[in-house]
Structure formats: C-alpha cells, structure tokens
C-alpha cells in the first residue's frame, strides 16, 4: 500500500489536546534537546522535509466521478477546484477545521478567496458529493458541492464511512462524486480487481499512478479528474529550530547528519519500506534510535516538539504544519 494507515475517524486533533499530549510525552516545550549547544532560536513548529528521491507514493487529491455523469461542466467545475489547490491551502483548510470550523464555511470562504465560481457553468440534475468520515474529506466534499452548484447542478454533501463502503456506492450511482487520494485508490481497486496478491501498481510519479487508476477505474464505470499538486502521504517532519541549525531542507540532507537521531512513528516503522526501512535504503540515513508511537498523530507531533525524537512520520497535510 502507498502509505502507513491510521484511524481518520478523529484525525484533525484540537491544538489544546495536542498541548496536554505534549506534557504527557515528557520534556520541556522549548524542547532545548533538539537543537543543544546550536546557539538557534528555539522554534517548536514542525516543517517537513522534502522528499527529494520520491519515497512516497503519488497519493494526490483527485475527485472520482462516476463516468455517466461525467460531463463537461462537471469536468471543468471539480478540475478548477483540484487544480488550484496547493499543499499550503489544504494544511490550512485543515488547520481551520481542527479550531472546528464548519466544513462548508472554510470551503465557501476558499472558493471565494480563489474565485473559483468565476467561469463556471451549464450544469444541471442533481449531483450527490460522498464525504468520508474526517475532516479533510469533508472540506472537500463542501468545496466541490460550492463550485457545482455555481455551475448549474443541484449539488448536496453526503456523509459516508470507509472507502469499503462508498467505492462500491459510487459504483452503483448512490453517490456521484468522491474526493479521493490517488495512490491509495490505485492499490484498493488494484487488489479488488486483479487480487490481494497483485503487483502494485501506484508509484511516486503521478502521471504514472493516475493512468493505473484511469484504467482500474474505468473498470468500475468511474473515471479520476485532474489531480491536485496538494497530498495527504507519509511525511517526516522536525522541528524548525532542529531544521535550521543543521541546515535541512530535503531528507537527503540527513544523509550528513551525525548527531542524535531517533525516530518517532508506528511500532511497525523500522519494517516498513515506507517508514525506516525506506529511510535508511532510500537516503541512507542513520537513526540513533526509534521509538513506537502513533501513525502521524498527536503523540507524535507531540514527541517531535517536546525534543523527544528529532523526527517523526506525520502527514503530509496535517494541521501541526501549518504557519508558525
């Protein structure tokens, strides 16, 4: 599969409880471990660091539509939203939801600060738009449903659970639109339709994941839009004070890194070629230690401010990255 997996039942944490997390996780908040003896301003906000070989598979925001409905204005409505969406937008979209911002509100606001109901139109019916159980989706269920009806449709959000359940409800048109991720679509309709066993098919090039997913799709009687530069993939993020004293920017440049390095992530990390394992063949990294901790969640985030581990596996459009 392209990434490690958590729970997105409650996955944009409150700041608050992320503070308490971090109390709990040991240490002091200036977290003076991470960046001892460096002379740099302690600065606890995490950055991610590029993934500069392409570790990770392509796991871009792409809108699936079911090909029957798959017109024109619907086309060029939800290839507007997709394509002007960048990562910042979606962390900070993200960010507004975890103060508990209204899903429709934050997208109402985006698609009036992007103008992205100028130009659209000649639409009409009814399109339903699945938003599965977090947040995130749901921003962008709210997002596409603004835009659609702009564009002539009579557009609604309905909430839905896992991808189990609304992939084959997209399939049989009791939903019409799902925002989705395209690597991790990719090896779900790859291992429903060729077998659990079967080679993966999602790379970290893109144009390559999407014309696997067209194909598998198209299978489905579904059809992938135009992906967005934006994603939600493993990440490994440090802290900025750690980041600019040992002059960080992409994960090869931890290559040259000597000093203290333990990475915080899932128990199953070290044996995953996602996770440390990737890491050390990938860039050649050297961990000083690993310690089990959530997959890209608050414990995490908290450890990584606290100085407990200089790095951690988060995700790449999680709320902790935005501004600071």
Known sequence: MSRLHRSRLHRVIPIVTVALLAAACGGSSSGKSAVSGSGATPDNHLVVLQDDKHLQNSDNVVAVVRIKVAKQPLIDALNKVDTTITQSDLVAMNKRAANHDDPATIAGDYASQKNLTAGVGGGSGKVVVGAANFSESEVLANLYVAVLKKAGYSASVKNVQSREVYEPALEHGQLDVMPEYAATLTEFLNTRINGSKAAPLASPDITKTLAALKTLAA??????????????????????????????????????????????????????????????????????????????????????????????????????????
């Open 219 to 324: 299978k489905r009687g579904l059809e992938p839009l135009e992906p967005s530069t934006a994603t939600d993939e493993n990440a490994f993020a440090v802290r900025k004070d750690f980041a600019a004293a040992n002059h960080l920017t992409t994960l090869s440049d931890l290559a040259n890194y000597h000093g203290k390095l333990v990475l915080g992530g899932p128990p199953e990390c070290p044996t995953r070629p996602y996770c440390e394992l990737g890491l050390e063949k990938t860039y050649g990294i050297h961990f000083t230690g690993f310690k089990a901790l959530d997959v890209g969640g608050p414990i995490t985030i908290a450890a990584i401010r606290n100085g407990n581990v200089q790095i951690g596996l988060v995700f790449s459009s999680d709320p902790s990255l935005a501004g600071g």
